[in-house]
């Protein structure tokens, strides 16, 4: 999400969401902290969402839900999933929703907004030309140059390099494969891997992507017509995708080619092709499932070649390796980006990043989109091309940047950060729930219940119980002999001592045992009732 | 940990540890499952090393204590990384080392065992040439065919042909790299990277590695050399393994270039290096706590050159690119593997797993030392060169293979598998500990303890206590309406209604509250005191 505001008008670009770091424990998703923008709700003037990815459309739900009388903006496809979105969130009567074409611009108070298309691994992708009374800006949206797209039409060059003739005051640009040299291979060089695939495969072929990856689709129904296979669709979010695709004319599938999954699962395993999710190895999708023997319908079978075709979301190594090395044990082939092209990246490689600077020529430049390494790898190559270091801002998430009379200043950052969705809550969860969950990931907890007499001396040994310490079935003895221990470092207890004391000092007790004899240190709670 | 056996004579390949999965919670590291081994210990022979690193030689503390009779064998280098090993956990008196050169050789029991030199990013590590009564079977140990080592001593070529024309029953090979086309540029070509980061370095340059990578340090030493700086060390282990080398003249390090890490900090900064250990974001490495602010001496400062020398084990991807973008955010200039050449793998590409399986012409190919995935791309090398795939065994840990007349056969999996060890103890948390953790990792818990009076009714609504599930402090309010619903669905309890009655009712009404308003799952568990 990135903002851009003038004289008390706000437009907004993208609302995505991010996926989870491994240490934000039992989070469902992230979404962006828009504190500054709920503050200044009435400024607020257009949403524009530049294609329909996740990272920029998983947060249009609160979004929407937040700004009621915003109007969103965006290109036919990217409409079409936004609505899918909506409609299954039962929200999609509460917004207007703008249609405007990849080349098209339309006036939201001082901003002049141009769309111009840029490829990605999606239909419909664009960048944004922002003429402001400060200057125009221009943001590349999530990019590559790719020269041969799959649905054949490449970045609109003539427009890029229209607005750099207009002379552009800043350049907000795709940095996620700034660290990676040279130019990335065409979405089209995937075809032929695949194709090699397909051709070798004895059994079935499974295909496990991204559910929005919509182009991914188009490219195996294309093979499958010359293999002359069926293809089934599992998992509800890309059967639904694929069919307002479908309905929008952005898939091109031969009619009686798709089959229904249960009818595939019958067929001669040589005339199916199945589209899965699950590329990430996330625990809930289709092929993970598959991979665990928890799929209803759909089991991995000797001869099945599945193919994963996606990158690595960084930070999903280790799940989609899991994967892939289950699917090996369960007797099929797997064929994935290491071994064989089956997949290329969406956005744009060192040269490419370039070119569009060049393209461009902005007096200052941003790198965004992108982890700090990736930001600081992105200002050194415009360094390189002669944009000087003090015309570069480098800053992450929530780094305001001024423009004024042609000269730019960038702030500190603004308070905030991430918001934590956990079940039916949005943001309630902060540090401390979360390091009370890591911390009970590691050691568990052991709580420990008192119970004292009238005299006030313990009436029993209090009464343990234990989760993620030690295994309480296999450990009786132990955990009675610690009781017991503690039990006996409180046996001059009486009523003059309260409760509070008690509590302390059974807590001291049990805590010295355990690091004793395990040297862990579970949470220790101690009631006395 | 490999082990071959003939006629209950057994001997010991290698004993390392894993390092555990994101999802083994709180596990300090893993180590074989070799109850197999356990169950024969009379018949345990030898433990031979092929080399010092953590995953060949971390578990050698558990077995010298389970086979306190067995002698150890590995060339002078290893023995003195195990020494080191021994000697900080007090068992360096119960064990027989024996030392070994690297083109050396001994009898155990029936086995002639042959080491061979091989290039690997340790010093002084070896493959295996074991000549059974069932014929000659060669171990690769981890290798690369590095043309240019920066010890000077490339691979025993002359050995491994040799052996070869012997006639080898079978090949055990290492598949790390199996995935990855061509030959694995040599270690030598770190040095010009390095190079370069010196050169261009305006203060301190701090050079994170693993403690046993010794060859790194000697590298940084000769480019330290060059460009006249100091070199001081920060991290235990990485002393420890520095003095010892440099005591067996593994390292040569000019007089005087080593200082005191307390002496270092007082220096010009562009007079002095750091060697670090924190290559792969170890939470208590030294550059972790470095970026974190929390090391007692060291901090980073503006104008630190920061060089990550090591590669990424799979799993740690996200720990190590969040430290690289915290050591950004202090202000240090980071360089990692992925923007130059500042490391390079210490195993076998493609074209050099060709070349070995040349070179050794085995009868039978067994794929070693991977992840199921690579071991699958091994074994297609092999086909690729004409080895059929019924001589190809590919098998994960505890697989067997038998070979009998010139004959093989794989069987089924033994049991067993993993051994977690945590804090003290080893082998006592199993999938219930580690599940009870990963839910409350998730989801954290609820303890609701219920007082009852002396006719048997609520004395009061429950008291809840919670952690990992919404922030007790914050959520006051919301917890007693919680607690005051649960006690009025216990309105009617009575003396006549159990205790255990009590709790399933009072379990099962927070469950549902719990449910309903937040769309969580913590663990609730109720005592009725």
Request: proline fraction near 5%; aromatic fraction near 6%; charged fraction near 25%.
């Amino acid at each position: 999400m990135m903002m851009f505001e003038y004289d008390k008008n706000i437009i907004v670009i993208d609302s995505g969401l991010m996926f989870p770091a491994s240490d934000m424990h039992g989070i469902d998703y992230v979404i962006p902290d828009y504190q500054y923008l709920k503050d200044r709700i009435d400024q607020v003037k257009a949403i524009i969402i530049t294609h329909g990815h996740e990272d920029h459309i998983g947060a249009i739900e609160h979004v929407v839900t937040d700004f009621p009388n915003v109007p969103v903006y965006a290109t036919p496809l990217t409409c079409g999933l936004i609505e899918v979105k909506l409609r299954s969130a039962k929200l999609l009567d509460k917004v207007t929703i703008n249609t405007v074409p990849t080349n098209g611009s339309f006036q939201v108070g001082p901003f002049k907004v141009e769309f111009f298309r840029m490829c990605h691994s999606i239909p419909d992708n664009v960048g944004v030309g922002i003429t402001t009374p400060a200057g125009l800006v221009v943001h590349s949206g999530d990019f590559k140059l790719d020269q041969t797209p799959v649905d054949g039409k490449p970045s609109d060059f003539a427009k890029i390099a229209e607005l750099g003739n207009r002379g552009v005051l800043a350049l907000f640009s795709d940095s996620t494969n700034a660290e990676t040299p040279g130019f990335t291979p065409s979405e089209r060089e995937i075809e032929h891997a695949l194709e090699l695939v397909f051709r070798d495969a004895p059994g079935r072929v499974i295909v496990a992507t991204f559910a929005s990856l919509l182009s991914r689709v188009q490219q195996v129904a294309n093979i499958c017509e010359i293999y002359g296979r069926k293809m089934a669709v599992a998992g509800t979010s890309m059967v639904d995708n694929i069919k307002m695709a479908q309905k929008m004319g952005y898939l091109k599938i031969p009619d009686g080619m798709l089959v229904k999954l249960e009818d595939a699962i019958k067929m001669k395993p040589s005339d199916v092709t199945i589209m899965a999710t699950g590329s990430q190895g996330e625990p809930s999708s289709v092929l993970t499932r598959m991979a665990k023997g928890r799929h209803p319908t759909l089991n991995v079978e000797i001869g099945d070649t599945i193919v994963m075709s996606a990158n690595v979301i960084p930070g999903n190594e280790e799940s989609i390796f899991r994967t892939v090395n289950r699917l090996f044990q369960c007797g099929a082939n797997v064929v994935y980006p290491a071994i064989a092209r089956v997949h290329v990246s969406g956005h744009a490689c060192q040269e490419e990043q370039k070119l569009l600077i060049n393209l461009i020529r902005p007096k200052f430049f941003i790198p965004v989109h992108g982890e700090l390494r990736m930001l600081k790898a992105h200002s050194r190559l415009a360094r390189d091309l002669g944009i000087p270091a003090s015309n570069i801002f480098v800053g992450e998430n929530g780094t305001p940047v001024e423009f004024q009379d042609g000269n730019a200043r960038q702030f500190e950052r603004l308070k905030g950060g991430w918001v934590f969705v956990d079940g039916r809550r949005v943001g309630d969860i902060g540090p401390v729930v979360i390091r009370d969950r890591e911390m009970l990931s590691r050691e568990g907890f052991i709580m420990q219940v008192i119970r004292r007499n009238n005299d006030g001396a313990l009436s029993e040994d209090p009464e343990i119980i234990t989760r993620g310490w030690v295994h309480m079935k296999d450990s009786q003895e132990f955990i009675l002999q610690l009781a017991e221990s503690v039990g006996k470092t409180l046996a001059d207890v009486t009523a003059a001592i309260s409760d509070d004391v008690v509590k302390t000092r059974a807590t001291e007790a049990l805590a010295r045992l355990v690091s004793q004899e395990t040297k862990r240190k579970p949470l220790i709670i101690t009631v006395v009732a």
